[in-house]
T-cell receptor, first 117, second 115 residues
């Protein structure tokens, strides 16, 4: 297993276009997270899945954003009608479910850098 | 409203000395804290964590200290090495054993280790 993979690494799109990113987590991890990071900021939580169920969405996730994890393995994040404010690094992470009193550190992918022009 | 604050955007330390990175938080409900390290063009890498029931956790050259009354934690790196040069993020979690556990990150501190 080579860790968390994200594709593509870079995406440049015109405002108003739709884009889709893919994340392949570590195979034995049942949790998958999407974060967004803009310049000078830390990563911001967007949403997460436990297996195929999307359990939480941040208020940052507007109705133009949708995420899926259809078979509990890979996940996709789609942004419709992109805006310049969507330009950011989109990070995917995976982990095991927290155990009693234990929080497993996430394993992050290298991210997809989106530029909306 | 920044719930996790890293007030030093950058820190320069001489190789071999101790690096101390600080983090403050405002939400007293946070009960798990983590440090991540990030190199350019890579995702953050998990470094070390601490539960709120502890005040210290050590892993090799890295030690995290937690002061709950002050809502403050710090990461100590001893001795500092050139490969430690990176951006360090502090993160906090509301662990609920099955509920939402999205991490809240600080803005990061860029640590520069000088030879």
């Amino acid at each position: 297993d080579t860790g968390v993979s994200q594709d593509p690494r870079h995406k440049i799109t015109k405002r108003g276009q739709n884009v889709t990113f893919r994340c392949d987590p570590i195979s034995e991890h049942n949790r998958l997270y999407w974060y967004r990071q803009t310049l000078g900021q830390g990563p911001e939580f967007l949403t997460y899945f436990q297996n195929e169920a999307q359990l939480e969405k941040s208020r940052l996730l507007s109705d133009r954003f949708s995420a899926e994890r259809p078979k509990g393995s890979f996940s996709t994040l789609e942004i419709q009608r992109t805006e310049q404010g969507d330009s950011a690094m989109y990070l995917c992470a995976s982990s095991l479910s927290p155990g009693q009193g234990t929080h497993y550190g996430y394993t992050f992918g290298s991210g997809t850098r989106l530029t909306v022009v | 409203d920044q719930q996790v604050k890293q007030n030093s955007p950058s820190l320069s330390v001489q190789e071999g000395r101790i690096s101390i990175l600080n983090c403050d938080y405002t939400n007293s409900m946070f009960d798990y804290f983590l440090w991540y390290k990030k190199y350019p063009a890579e995702g953050p890498t998990f470094l070390i964590s601490i539960s709120s029931i502890k005040d210290k956790n050590e892993d090799g050259r890295f030690t995290v200290f937690l002061n709950k009354s002050a809502k403050h934690l710090s990461l100590h790196i001893v001795p500092s090495q050139p490969g430690d040069s990176a951006v360090y993020f502090c993160a906090a979690s509301l662990y609920s054993g099955g509920g939402a556990d999205g991490l809240t990150f600080g803005k990061g501190t860029h640590l520069i280790i000088q030879p």
